[in-house]
């Protein structure tokens, strides 16, 4: 198992991640008891990965859960200032969105902007009953009045520091640190 | 993958295999949205895109519109008919005028080649060629690409045999090179007037139907007889044309028999190029074309960026 050279500090290791996972998915079940079907939708990137883990965990407790994800970049609101032009992956909801109760999965929240284009973008889909909010990571730091439902870990950091997730599901390892901020423009 | 923009798109010669894969790719989103019942994203919100056509066009500028509205842009027609063009302004007075107007993109067409060239070296507005004389279509050879993309996973290999006035066209410039960028074989069929002497060495020539369909094309992409753009005719009738040249019911038949894809840049001269059975040809990919030629615009509007590089 690779580790990245610039890790500052582990937050969770693998049994942790699975904790909190194990927990968003119970509280999201106990909520949600009295309904047939929700669905999951993870924002690209690393928000798919977390929802299709949610997914997982509601499905072997005998839930109906339909999996989603849509990528942003269309509706980001610093599209005209970057330096490079982002490749888009496209968004993929197979399922009805009228009416459905959605819960929205992405790994962290920090400024709540991509939180901002994720439900606009959710809401051009259809119109959901209910949207939710679940976050592994929830940091301090919000530019936006939006706030998760279900919440891993929750943590305050200077601003010089970030906080990095890896799923087992494509990254091949679960873990969540911090490191350095490196401005990537992307 | 992130790519640097661009400030403008003016031919296809110019981009890099990498560019080319980035605008295709990101096509095929755009035209995911097409499904969606908010055909809108809001990209490009906050920024003008104005379309100045010196030629007379109807699907390139509604094509160019629709992508620029699905982007949340801005989009204003300049009407050269009753600007001041008509006048006797020149096309840099035009654009100064349009610098002062602050406007992000302009789509231009225009008879002469290089004067989107031109507008592109003196504004800070991202320009994008939207045909120029006989020089270059770039986004009608991004689009054909993308089209023929959606049946033909790789293009590597594929055979296109190009029809028509090739001489007077800036769509098969374009679009011949594209399709050989990709990997394509490209072979050209036209009476000798309108062929033209000069053509790269891997494109093959063919005078006529029998030999070309012996090349066992995969696809033909028929282009529109330029009749506007003929100082003197250069084949004696249209009839004359249509029965040599044009794909004729007999044609059709063939190209029904041995399942090949038929194309073409539109607008369509009926009863000269193609018949009224051709147009319902089922293996036509004519309307592919209108649409996808919006999300290619789209994804071209995305990439480029006013005042880059």
């Given at each position: 198992m690779t580790q990245p050279p610039d890790k500052l500090r582990q937050l969770l290791d693998a049994a942790g991640v699975a904790r909190c996972l194990d927990e968003i998915a119970a509280a999201i079940d106990a909520r949600w008891k009295n309904e047939a079907r929700i669905a999951l939708v993870g924002v690209y990137r690393r928000g798919v990965p977390f929802a299709r883990a949610l997914t997982e965990r509601l499905r072997a407790r005998g839930r109906e859960v339909d999996f989603g994800k849509i990528d942003i970049t269309q509706y980001r609101d610093d599209l005209q200032t970057m330096k490079v032009v982002p490749k888009l992956e496209g968004s993929d909801l197979?399922?009805?969105?009228?009416d459905a109760v959605v819960i929205l999965c992405d790994e962290v929240i920090y400024t709540a902007r991509t939180s901002r284009a994720a439900l606009e973008e959710l809401l051009d889909f259809g119109r959901p009953r209910c949207v939710q909010f679940a976050v592994l990571v929830d940091r301090a730091?919000?530019?936006?009045p939006l706030q998760p439902d279900y919440v891993g870990i929750r943590v305050d950091l200077p601003a010089e520091e970030r906080v990095s997730v890896r799923f087992?599901?494509?990254?091949g390892w679960d873990e969540v640190f911090v490191r350095p901020w490196q401005k990537t423009n992307a | 993958m992130s790519l640097t923009p661009r400030k403008d798109l003016l031919d296809i010669a110019s981009l890099t295999n990498e560019e080319i894969e980035f605008v295709l790719a990101n096509a095929v989103p755009f035209k995911d949205l097409f499904k969606r019942s908010v055909k809108k994203v809001p990209t490009l919100k906050g920024q003008t895109v104005l379309t100045l056509f010196y030629e007379p066009s109807t699907r390139t500028r509604s094509s160019f519109e629709v992508a620029a509205n699905r982007l949340s842009a801005d989009v204003t027609h300049f009407d050269i008919e009753s600007s001041s063009v008509v006048k006797g302004e020149s096309v840099l007075d035009t654009v100064e005028t349009l610098e002062s107007m602050r406007v992000d993109y302009i789509v231009v067409r225009h008879k002469q080649s290089g004067i989107p060239s031109l507008i592109a070296k003196n504004t800070r507005a991202s320009v994008i060629n939207a045909g120029d004389g006989w020089h270059a279509h770039p986004t009608q050879a991004l689009l054909d690409a993308f089209t023929l993309r959606e049946k033909f996973k790789d293009l590597r290999g594929a055979r296109a045999l190009i029809v028509g006035?090739?001489?007077?066209?800036r769509v098969a410039r374009s679009t011949s090179l594209i399709f050989r960028r990709l990997g394509m074989h490209v072979a050209y069929l036209a009476p000798g007037s309108i062929m033209p002497r000069e053509t790269p060495e891997d494109v093959k020539l063919f005078g006529n139907w029998t030999d070309a369909l012996d090349w066992k094309p995969d696809v033909v992409y028929l282009l529109r007889v330029q009749s506007e753009r003929?100082?003197?005719?250069?084949?004696?009738?249209a009839a004359e044309y249509h029965k040599n040249y044009g794909l004729t019911d007999a044609r059709v038949e063939i190209l029904k028999e041995r399942g090949l894809w038929l194309m073409h840049p539109g607008p369509v001269n009926r009863g000269v190029e193609i018949t009224d059975r051709g147009m319902n040809y089922e293996k036509s990919l004519i309307n592919q074309q209108v649409e996808n030629g919006i999300a290619v615009r789209m994804s071209v509007l995305y990439w480029l960026k006013p005042g880059a590089v």
């Open positions: 197979g399922f009805d969105l009228d730091g919000r530019e936006l087992a599901d494509g990254d | 006035d090739i001489q007077h066209s003929m100082d003197e005719p250069f084949f004696p009738s």
